[in-house]
Structures are given as structure tokens and as C-alpha cells.
């Protein structure tokens, strides 16, 4: 009797079931739109509506084992649906329209809290995005406003996407566009499945671009990479990369090839806030792998190539994502780099050049010091280390730079090069640079050291000077307030000093300095030789811009040059007297003060005509009366006696003094 009765259960409840799934299949679940529509509008805050068909069917699910297998799944199918816009947004009535949306649903994941979609397909989406420059923006819903954790946890595990348009107004990031994205024909995708196209502007500067894509975007898959190609032009900026993304709702793996050019590197900051110095146009090439993590993620542009100017470049950088700001690390060197493409980083390139990158043509046709101001704007926004060196310079004739290593560090606004060195004349010239941008004007510290710099190529196109046998030593300790290299050493205060000890020189250039015309003739006749040089020692007190001497001297065997005066850094004017003094008997010499005026755009070096016409004056009045008495105000019967170079190298080799910097306005 049991087993009957137990069996006509089971009987009614198959029946029941059958009943209940035939009614399910049969069912108008168009019926359950209003109820929907109210629920999410509700939800979000806006209106939502479902204004087409509403489709609901059962599927075996394919990817599951065992008894899971036997539990269908539900493949909702959506049509024509519109989510209205935030009432201040000015892109239209909707935020979202929708041609089609379906997708199916593990039921079992609901006991677990989970709502596991494993295909969400989208048929010609729009969506219109915007955000004003307070930040507000029209796709926060009410319901992201609720900040009490939830239960419920969405797992979307793949997204089709086929054709759709997603337009976007962003005030704050100065940033309009409109992409355009679109299935591809099998016969040209090329292993991809979609295409995209965008337009529009990004800080009022043209901007547009195309790339492709994976059909079929595994938001989860570890294993699968998804397939990018994509190249965009900003002004005369471009980026194009091509390569693959692993896991892409947490950007777990980004491996790319990463193309980078345009007019100057600095332009590159607004789009990846990264704070690059001004160059002349550049081409790079390089391997870009990265991940997002919780600090938020690192990115290695390793084993780059390519050029800036006319020099190569190439190098490693790392991006860290860090608090209290993100570090930038790594080494660049160029194998042959050329001088002038260095001109930019300080402002100190042709105007028709700064129009090229982009930047105002500022710099005034009677200046030699660059003027354009440096942009410290975005120095507080990274921290950087970097090393870079140039191994061989390129340069004109007489420029006698050899190499170049530089340490670069930024850390809070404050720009380091320790060391900054060249390779000069055989020697070096090391400085350590330190410029404060967290003030206003900018507060600058240098230290030159030069040591070991040969003479004869320090000159290598001056022919009186390669057979001059020594070295060159100095220093410098220099302190400023400006906002340009022009106004830093205009408002520098410290001290610049120089020492050439033991060595030779031209005979025929100390003739020639000391106008003994008779031995200049001489040499030229018979051949020039090398004199002793015992000594040359400068000592300059810099205030305010103005470089002062407190000695320059040059002694030699047979003859002492001194020079006095002052360099204007400011006003770039040159006032020096360069006065020759023999230490023995010249014959028909016109000894007398050099000068060294003008500015130094166009320096004017010549001789005081007044003592040189005072000089040939009382010979022609002395000839008058005996032609023999004549050549007596053109003797030089020497100097008096000189205390020698021990004081002067003594003062030489002292540190140099820095006062403080002190800010002036120019």
C-alpha cells in the first residue's frame, strides 16, 4: 500500500513541476516590465524602462558537470532599454540606451549570494558621459551613494560587445570624445573581433584615433590573453601599442609594444602625469608591462629606443604607483647625444624652436641667457630618480664637451642633480644643482668644480693655443632666487674662482695682449715659442648678479697681466680692463689697457685709443725735436716688482662662500 501511495507523490509532483514549467515557458513576461522598470528606477535614482520586448527561456548550461548540468539556466533577453540622464547633464535625455541586452544566469550561485553572469552581450549600446569641472558626474546612480556593504556579490565573467557608441564630456579633464566601436568582418579581423574609432578634443587640442579588439572580453580569464591594437593622435602627439591583457577587470597583466612621439616630451604630462622636461621632437619604442595591485600598480616601459632631435636614446623606466605620490625610476643614455637637443630642458633653444614644441617665443633677440620660465606646476605631482648619461656629444668645433652623466631626483618639489658632470677639455666639470620649486620664485643652489681641464683644449680652434702646455682648475658656490636660468644668475650671490698653476703659453699672443710691436713682428718672422706660465689665478665676488674682481692675474717669465672690472649677469653687460705689464725691455711697444665692453650678445674687445694716442703723441712730439729721442715713449723698460702667485693661489684654492639667496623680480 505504501510503495502505491508513494508513488502517486512522486507522480503528482513530476505533474506539479511540468505544470509549473509549462506555465514558466508560457508565460508573458512582458507583463513583468512595469514591475521591473518601477524596481530599478527606484534602485538608481533615474528613470529606467524596458520599451521593448522582454524574452525569458531555459538553457541546459554546457560548462557544467554532473547534476549541475540538469539545472537550466535562465537567458533573459532585453530589448530597447534607456536609463535617464542626471536632470543638470546637458548630453541628452538618457545616460544609457540599449538596442539589446541578454544574458543567463547561474541559479545555483544565488545561495551563495552571488550573481554569476557568465555572457553579458550588448547590442548597440550609446552612452552618453559627463562630468563637470567640480568633479560632479552624471554616472553615479543613488544607488552607488549607499555606503552599507552589500551581500550580494557580482561575478561577470565575459563581455560581447557589438557595435555601440560611447560619447563623453569631461570639464574637469578638459576632454571631449566620441568612439565608435563596431563589429568586424571575419575576413579582415585579423584575430579580432571588433573595431573602433574615436574623435573629439582633449584640452582644446584635436584628438583622434582607431584601434581593434578581442571579440569576446574574459573579464576574469587568467590564462586567455585579450588581444589590443590601438593608436591615437593628440595634437602632435601620438601613442600606438599593440599586445595583450590578462584578467582585464583588474588589469593583472598588461603586456604591450608602446610607441610614444610628438613635438616635446613635457606634452606627454596632461596625458599620463608624468612630468617629463621639454625636448625637441622625439621617437620612442619600447616594451610596456604592467599590473594594477592594491598600492596601485607598477608599469616598466623596459629596453625603449628611439631618438629626441637628432640624438638616440634608450633606457629602462619604472612607474610605481605610491603615496604621497608615485615614483618615477630608471636609466636612459644616449650613444651620441648632440649638444643642442639639450637646449630645451632650460629654455635656451631658438624661438623657432620653442614655436615647434609648442612653447612662446620669448626669449628677446639682445639676450644670450634663456628667459623662458621653468614650470614647476607639476613638479609636485612624482617623485623621480633617474640616471642618464651621454656617452659621446656631439657639438660644435669649439665646444670641447666630451661626455655627460646626470643623476636626477625630484622628490616634493624639489629638483636635484647630484651629480650633474661633463667630460671637458680632457678634465671634468662636476656640479650639484638643487632648485626649490615649492617656493616662489624658485630657490637655487649651485657647486661647479672643474679640475684638470687642459688649455690647449679648452681653445681648439685658436691655433695660438695648441702647443700651451697646463691645466685648469676652479670652483664656484652660487645662490639665487628666479624662475628661469636668465633670473637665477641674475639674482645670484657667492663666489667663482679659477687656477692655472705651472704651465706655458704662446709668446706671440702675450706679445700681441702687450701690443710690443717689435716682438710680434719678431715672432712672426722667425717663429713663435712657448714662455713660462708661472701662474693664473682669478677670484670674482658675485652679488646680486654681479660678478666682481677681486683679482685676476696672469704671470708669466716675462710679462704680468692683470685684469679688473665686472660681468653684469643681469643686464649681461661686460666691463673689464685687461692692463699688460712687462718684466723687461720692449722695443716700439704700445703698451697699454685692453677692454672688454659691450654685452654678450655682441662683446666689443678692443684697445684704450687713449693712451694709445698719448703714447704715439709725445713720440711724434719728441721726434719733432730729436728723431732719436722718439722711440723713448715706446720703450717698456718693465714692471714693478710683483709679490708672486703663492697669494693668489692661496685665494684661489679657498672654498667659495654662499650667501643666502634673495629673491628679486625681473
Same mark, same amino acid.
Given at each position: ?147 552599507? +556593504? ?126 617629463? +622636461? ?389
Amino acid at each position: 500500500m505504501f510503495p502505491r501511495i508513494a508513488a502517486w507523490t512522486l507522480l503528482l509532483l513530476l505533474g506539479l513541476a511540468a505544470i509549473g514549467i509549462a506555465l514558466v515557458l508560457s508565460l508573458d513576461w512582458n507583463r513583468a516590465r512595469p514591475w521591473i522598470n518601477q524596481r530599478v528606477s527606484e534602485a538608481t535614482g533615474r528613470p529606467f524602462a524596458i520599451r521593448g520586448d522582454l524574452v525569458l527561456q531555459w538553457n541546459n548550461p554546457e560548462t557544467e558537470t554532473g547534476w549541475r548540468r540538469w539545472v537550466p539556466w535562465p537567458r533573459l533577453s532585453a530589448h530597447d532599454i534607456t536609463l535617464g540622464n542626471a536632470d543638470w547633464s546637458k548630453t541628452g535625455p538618457h545616460l544609457a540606451e540599449i538596442k539589446q541586452l541578454t544574458f543567463s544566469l547561474n541559479p545555483l550561485s544565488l545561495l551563495d549570494h552571488t550573481i554569476r553572469i557568465p555572457t553579458l552581450e550588448l547590442a548597440g549600446p550609446v552612452l552618453s558621459l559627463e562630468r563637470t569641472a567640480d568633479g560632479k558626474n552624471n554616472w553615479t546612480l543613488a544607488s552607488d551613494n549607499n555606503t552599507a +556593504p552589500s551581500a550580494w556579490k557580482l561575478d561577470l565573467q565575459r563581455l560581447v560587445l557589438n557595435h555601440g557608441t560611447v560619447k563623453l564630456a569631461d570639464a574637469q579633464a578638459k576632454l571631449n570624445l566620441k568612439i565608435d566601436v563596431e563589429t568586424l568582418p571575419r575576413e579582415t579581423a585579423e584575430g579580432y573581433g571588433i573595431g573602433w574609432k574615436l574623435g573629439g578634443t582633449f584640452r582644446q587640442v584635436p584628438l583622434h584615433g582607431s584601434g581593434r579588439a578581442g571579440a569576446v572580453l574574459s573579464l576574469q580569464q587568467d590564462k586567455k590573453p585579450y588581444p589590443l591594437q590601438a593608436g591615437v593622435q593628440i595634437g602632435t602627439t601620438r601613442i600606438d601599442i599593440a599586445g595583450t591583457l590578462t584578467k582585464p577587470d583588474a588589469l593583472a597583466a598588461l603586456d604591450l609594444r608602446l610607441k610614444l612621439s610628438g613635438a616635446s616630451m613635457a606634452h606627454l604630462y596632461p596625458i599620463t602625469g608624468i612630468t617629463l +622636461p621639454n625636448t625637441p621632437p622625439f621617437s620612442t619604442e619600447g616594451h610596456l608591462v604592467g599590473k594594477l595591485d592594491k598600492a596601485g600598480g607598477r608599469w616598466l616601459y623596459e629596453h625603449f629606443k628611439g631618438s629626441v632631435g637628432e640624438s638616440d636614446i634608450g633606457g629602462t623606466l619604472e612607474y610605481i604607483s605610491q603615496q604621497p605620490r608615485p615614483l618615477l625610476r630608471g636609466q636612459v643614455q644616449s650613444n651620441q647625444l648632440r649638444l643642442e637637443d639639450l637646449a630645451p630642458l632650460i629654455g635656451a633653444d631658438s624661438n623657432a624652436n620653442k614655436a615647434k614644441r609648442g612653447a612662446a617665443a620669448v626669449q628677446p633677440t639682445d639676450k644670450v641667457l634663456p628667459v623662458e620660465k621653468f614650470d614647476t606646476a607639476s613638479w609636485g605631482s612624482i617623485d623621480a630618480d633617474v640616471k642618464f648619461a651621454g656617452r659621446k656629444i656631439i657639438h660644435a668645433k669649439d665646444l670641447p664637451i666630451d661626455s655627460l652623466v646626470a643623476d636626477l631626483h625630484l622628490k616634493d618639489s624639489v629638483l636635484s642633480l647630484t651629480p650633474l658632470s661633463f667630460g671637458v677639455a680632457g678634465g671634468t666639470l662636476a656640479a650639484t644643482v638643487k632648485l626649490d620649486g615649492r617656493q616662489n620664485p624658485i630657490r637655487a643652489d649651485l657647486r661647479v668644480s672643474a679640475r684638470r681641464l687642459k688649455i690647449k683644449e679648452l681653445f681648439p680652434t685658436l691655433n695660438t693655443m695648441q702647443a700651451s702646455l697646463g691645466e685648469v682648475g676652479g670652483d664656484a658656490a652660487l645662490s639665487a632666487a628666479g624662475n628661469s636660468v636668465a633670473s637665477l644668475l641674475g639674482t645670484s650671490n657667492g663666489e667663482v674662482k679659477a687656477l692655472v698653476s705651472k704651465g706655458t703659453m704662446s709668446k706671440f699672443l702675450l706679445e700681441a695682449m702687450g701690443l710690443n710691436i717689435g716682438n710680434v713682428v719678431a715672432t712672426q718672422i722667425f717663429g713663435d715659442r712657448q714662455v713660462q706660465l708661472n701662474c693664473l689665478a682669478s677670484d670674482f665676488k658675485v652679488t646680486q648678479g654681479v660678478m666682481q674682481t677681486r683679482s685676476f692675474v696672469l704671470d708669466t717669465d716675462e710679462s704680468i697681466i692683470n685684469v679688473t672690472g665686472q660681468i653684469n649677469l643681469s643686464s649681461e653687460q661686460l666691463a673689464l680692463e685687461i692692463q699688460p705689464r712687462n718684466k723687461a725691455l720692449r722695443v716700439l711697444s704700445l703698451r697699454s689697457p685692453l677692454y672688454v665692453k659691450g654685452t654678450f650678445k655682441n662683446p666689443d674687445v678692443g684697445v684704450d685709443k687713449a693712451a694709445v694716442a698719448l703714447k704715439l703723441g709725445a713720440a711724434i712730439a719728441l721726434g719733432a725735436l730729436a728723431p732719436a729721442a722718439a722711440l723713448l715713449p715706446l720703450l717698456n723698460v718693465g714692471s714693478e716688482e710683483f709679490a708672486g702667485c703663492a697669494p693668489l693661489e692661496a685665494a684661489a684654492t679657498k672654498k667659495p662662500q654662499v650667501p643666502a639667496a634673495k629673491a628679486r623680480t625681473r
